[in-house]
């Protein structure tokens, strides 16, 4: 029997996330070029869209099931894939790099003595081995890693692995309803920060750098932001002055993004900037130096200041919507 792989999905108030899909196609990929079978696990209460799952090529989906699961619980999450991974002999686990996945991945790694590579940007098979890239210094290096245990666990960064349907594929769902958890720690209360949609998420992203010249022009944006439905983002040079919150900071050592739009207003390009937003669908730049390096990615260039246009393009969009 063929060896296997092991995607660990995330689901969130009953859906697989968009993570939970990029880490379905990467163990689909690397199963395909080692000879392994692709499986994935998830734990939670109800989950809605386990079915969409068929699109990307996994043939097997068991749903760990407990209705004092819906929220994450390190104790019982980390035991239950620990077992599970075990039961079904799985040589290597894919885990999404999100909060709850650095949290969970290294719990299982040590219950299954396996090793771990975190952040991954990059699985190459080589020689019939995984090779991981991943950023190390604070994100300064990227580093290639090769782990010699016998069960590997690679978490992979969000949005920069994307999803790939395969044609008529179908998944065998299995639900294993799961007794008595061990919840050492229980969430008693979820709370969503108000309003505001996370840029890791997000279709449209309005962001803003050094150009905006204070916190208290980021209204602009935020108008904008608001008329098209959009996530504010960040550089990090905002983000360090404190104009901005971290959460929003978007490039290398912030979150990789990949809206279908990305309007950039005053912020240079840096490589480290591009290297969390260039794989957007539609790129707008809007800057005051023509020469600024962001012109080379953006697919729409506004040569101007952000302080003319930003005002007036929320206008005209405000018509158009009216
Ligand atoms: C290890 C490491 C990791 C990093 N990680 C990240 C990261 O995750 N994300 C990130 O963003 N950066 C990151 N950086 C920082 C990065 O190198 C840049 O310093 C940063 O992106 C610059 O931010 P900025 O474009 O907002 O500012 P600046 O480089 O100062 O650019 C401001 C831009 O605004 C334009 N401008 C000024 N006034 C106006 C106006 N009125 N109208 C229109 N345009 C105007 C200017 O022409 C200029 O192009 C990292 C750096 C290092 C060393």
């Known amino acids: 029997m063929a060896e296997k792989i092991l995607a660990v999905l995330e689901q969130r108030e009953g859906n697989l996330k968009r993570v939970s899909f990029e880490a379905a196609s990467v163990a689909v990929s690397l199963a395909s070029q080692l000879g392994f079978e692709a499986e994935a696990v998830v734990v939670g209460s109800e989950i809605n869209n386990l079915n969409e799952l068929s699109k990307y090529g996994i043939s097997k989906l068991t749903h760990l099931k407990n209705e004092l699961l819906e929220n994450y619980s390190p104790s019982a999450y980390s035991e ?28 299982v790694s040590v219950k299954l003595n396996a090793g771990i590579a975190m952040d991954c940007m990059k699985l190459e098979v080589k020689d019939n081995d995984i090779i991981a890239t991943r950023p190390v210094y604070a994100g300064k290096s990227l580093i290639d890693v090769k782990l010699k245990s016998g069960v590997k666990i690679f978490t992979i960064r969000p949005n920069v692995f994307r999803p790939q349907p ?56 935020e108008e904008l932001a608001e008329v098209l439905g959009a996530a504010v983002g960040a550089s990090r040079a905002v983000v360090d002055a404190g104009w ?62 952000v302080f003319e246009i930003l005002p007036a393009l929320t206008e005209e969009i405000k018509k158009l919507k009216s």
Do not use: W
């Open 80 to 107: 239950m894939i620990a077992l599970f991974a075990n039961e079904s002999g799985a040589k290597i686990l894919i885990f999404p790099n999100t909060a709850m996945g650095v949290d969970l991945a290294p719990r």
């Open 166 to 221: 395969v044609d008529s594929a179908t998944v065998q769902v299995e639900i294993k309803q799961v007794e008595n958890p061990n919840l050492k720690t229980k969430v008693t209360a979820f709370k969503k920060s108000e309003g505001k949609i996370d840029v890791a998420e997000a279709d449209i992203i309005v962001s803003g750098g050094r150009g905006m010249k204070g916190p208290e022009n980021f209204h602009l944006i």
């Open 244 to 305: 901005r919150p971290h959460r929003e900071q978007v490039g290398q050592t912030g979150k990789t993004v990949s809206p279908s739009l990305y309007i950039a207003c005053g912020i240079s390009g840096a490589i480290q900037h591009l290297a969390g937003m260039s794989s957007s669908k539609y790129i707008v730049a809007i800057n005051k130096d023509k020469d600024a390096p962001i012109f080379n990615v953006a697919d729409y260039g506004i040569a101007g200041d």
